[in-house]
């Protein structure tokens, strides 16, 4: 980085401390050192507040590694609570030293909030530009920095249109264990995305996430959370993420996922088990039932949000007692006596119902599949009109208190696309006389074909009769 500068540089950087480690008396003085690494960067374009800083020394050893530098820290959270957030810290280590370098950064970077870099005081002292430059650069983008840029970037990058996204894996290195110890942690993976076209800043995020209890989010937080995902160079445009269209499609369900009358099957697939229920009986013992009902999802078109819902069929049980479902399984009966037990309630079997509407994945019988192939098989127009009407009943698309609150409304007019409409080619023939066509047709009346291929003279002709 000789003669050069960041190509662009975070906000000034006014509240820094720093800090050198010693585990004696005898230890270089790193005070100067500090002083010309401030005055490096700002050379470099990191605007930094050059003034002479007080450095912290802490004397400690090994079996106080932990207490002496939380209680310099301490002292640092002190000094800074007056001053700007984010205090940028330079600690500067006695040597290499994997468990002095982990509580620093355990305590600084987690528990405190510090953005520490940490360098080593033989190689520190020494002034050299390339470390001096190393630690600027991690501090540049700590800071929201860009240290720079690619000369001839990829087009769909460039534009700005394009997120890059990758793995961040950090090892269990600097914790004073071997490979293979029994204490060993494992590795942290970290999904890692760029968020602008000039790929300076990768921010990550931990997706190992176990939630424990259900979370109920306010109307006016997940709002407020779809309001951030919006394009702010267009105000007018829906936001082009996965997360507010997965979003619209949890609100869009829930609705038909709280109706008794609708059965949910997955994320997106509701069934009227009500009055309005349209079903049909597979089988002769009328077990299981074919149920038609509604898939819904929501697709991003231009300018606007679209509810895309499909008409589906799905297998389902009906409402049986168990003795009536033994009967059909040909269970055997068989009768007896019990000791009696006085921890055990017994139920006949003809008092207990199979509540229907339970959705079904066995596997169909023939007959079962026929009956459910007839049933599923409808015109596109039939179709049309139970989404137009009945979907709207099933799935509550009107009159909708919680669309309402979202301010969410749905259209009662299918969308037609007039894209998927082909004009009628024009076709041209040996001279580029036109024919004209007729609903994908045309006939050769006065025409010739456009390009002959070779004169045909091997030729011959065969006629096949049958009496």
Known sequence: MRDVQVAEAGPKITNWAWVQVTESERYTDAAEAVGKFAAFLANTGIPIDTAPRRGLRVRTSSFRYQDDVEAAFKELEQRAAKGPPNLFVLVILPRQDTTLYSVVKTLGDCQFGFHTICAVEKTFTKENPMTFANIGLKWNLKNGGINHRVKDPIGIVAQGKTMVVGYD???????????????????????????????????????????????????????????????????????????????????????????????????????????TCVEKQLGVNNRISAIRGYFQSV?????????????????????????????????????????????????????????????????????????????????????????????????????????????????????????????????????????????????????????????????????????
Not at 460 to 466: D, I, Y
């Open 169 to 275: 894996v950090t090892h269990p290195t600097n914790m004073g264990l071997q490979p293979g110890d029994k204490d060993l942690p494992p590795s942290i993976v970290g999904l890692v995305a760029s968020v602008d076209k000039d790929l300076g800043q990768w921010p990550a995020e931990n997706f190992f996430v176990r939630i424990v209890d259900p979370i109920e989010a306010s109307f006016d937080a997940t709002l407020q959370y779809l309001k951030t995902m919006s394009d702010k160079a267009d105000p007018n445009g829906f936001p082009k993420f996965a997360v507010p269209v997965d979003a619209l499609g949890v609100i869009l369900g829930y609705t038909p996922r709280k109706n008794p009358e609708v059965s949910p099957v997955g994320s997106a697939r509701f069934f009227p088990i009500g009055p």
């Open 299 to 467: 697709r991003l078109g231009t300018g606007r949000a679209l509810l895309n819902v499909n008409v589906t069929s799905g297998i389902f049980r009906t409402a049986v007692s168990v003795a009536d479902l033994c009967r059909w399984a040909n269970i055997a009966q068989y009768g007896g006596s019990n000791p009696p037990d006085p921890g055990t309630t017994a139920v006949p079997a003809e008092r207990c119902t199979i509540i229907g509407g339970q959705s079904v994945r066995s596997k169909l019988s023939g007959e079962e599949t026929t009956l459910m192939l007839d049933f599923a098989c409808r015109s596109p127009f039939a179709n049309a009109l139970s989404i137009s009407t009945e979907s709207r009943s099933a799935l509550g698309l009107d009159e909708n208190p919680t669309l309402q609150q979202f301010g969410l409304t749905i259209d009662r007019r299918l969308l037609t696309v007039w894209g998927r409409e082909l004009q009628s080619p024009s076709v041209l023939y040996l001279k580029n006389k036109e024919a004209r066509t007729f609903s994908g047709g045309w006939n050769m009346r006065d025409v010739q074909v456009a390009e002959a291929g070779p004169k045909i003279t091997n030729w011959a002709w065969v006629q096949v009769t049958e009496s």
